[in-house]
């Protein structure tokens, strides 16, 4: 028998009351004011709530996520979410935010057959792939998994550094910052991964000296 999902709405307006409560004004401030100044980009992971983990309020986050956070230049998904916030919303960092113990990395790493998400994990495994000798020297498969799991969301900001959104915003002048961030769910901490970028050039630097320090 499928399971009613009645309580959802419960939940929903027990919420809506709380905010009201709480502040009287919290969602008219939220219809008429759209102005956030980061985009986060990461998993789908049901564990990584980007809002919380940040600890911002609905409306100061633009949000994509999808399996793995991937950014690769045919997903006009993913480049129109981009577009829209550098271009419209004017965010001034873009994060992107992997997570140890991805089992979307885990899957690609081991060759883990899972039907359909199999072509997308490709992606992945093109970052293993890459570094395959590097993590050839890793023997604790978790430790292997976590240093995928790194490697793939360093490439992604340079991924997204070579778009054409991002080379014509910064053509124009405009400030935008591309990160790449690990959460740790066994703390809830999220680590930097010194690959900070505000323009292309410096995205490829940043990711050849991490790449250094990274074993």
């Not at 949000?63 to 006009?76: E, K, P, Q, T, Y």
């Amino acid at each position: 028998m499928e399971r009613s999902i009645e309580h959802l709405f419960t939940n929903n307006k027990n919420w809506s009351e709380r905010m009201h409560s709480e502040d009287p004004e919290y969602f008219s401030r939220l219809v008429n004011q759209q102005s956030p100044e980061y985009l986060w980009i990461g998993c789908s992971d049901s564990r990584v709530p980007a809002n919380q983990i940040i600890g911002l309020a609905p409306g100061e986050v633009f949000v994509h996520r999808n399996i793995a956070n991937v950014v690769v230049h045919s997903d006009l998904n993913a480049l129109s979410v981009i577009h829209y916030a550098v271009e419209m919303l004017r965010v001034k960092h873009i994060l992107v935010v992997g997570h140890y113990g991805c089992g979307g990395v885990k899957a690609a790493l081991f060759d883990n057959r899972t039907g359909l998400t199999d072509n997308w994990l490709r992606h992945v495994q093109d970052v293993r792939d890459r570094h395959d000798s590097r993590l050839a020297q890793i023997e604790d498969p978790k430790l292997k998994v976590d240093r995928l799991c790194e490697l793939n969301a360093m490439q992604q900001v340079v991924n997204i550094c070579q778009t054409s959104v991002l080379r014509d915003a910064w053509a124009r002048g405009q400030t935008v910052t591309v990160h790449g961030w690990c959460y740790a769910l066994e703390d809830g901490l999220v680590r930097d991964l010194g690959v900070s970028a505000g323009c292309r050039e410096e995205a490829v630097e940043r990711y050849r000296d991490a790449l250094d320090k990274i074993l």
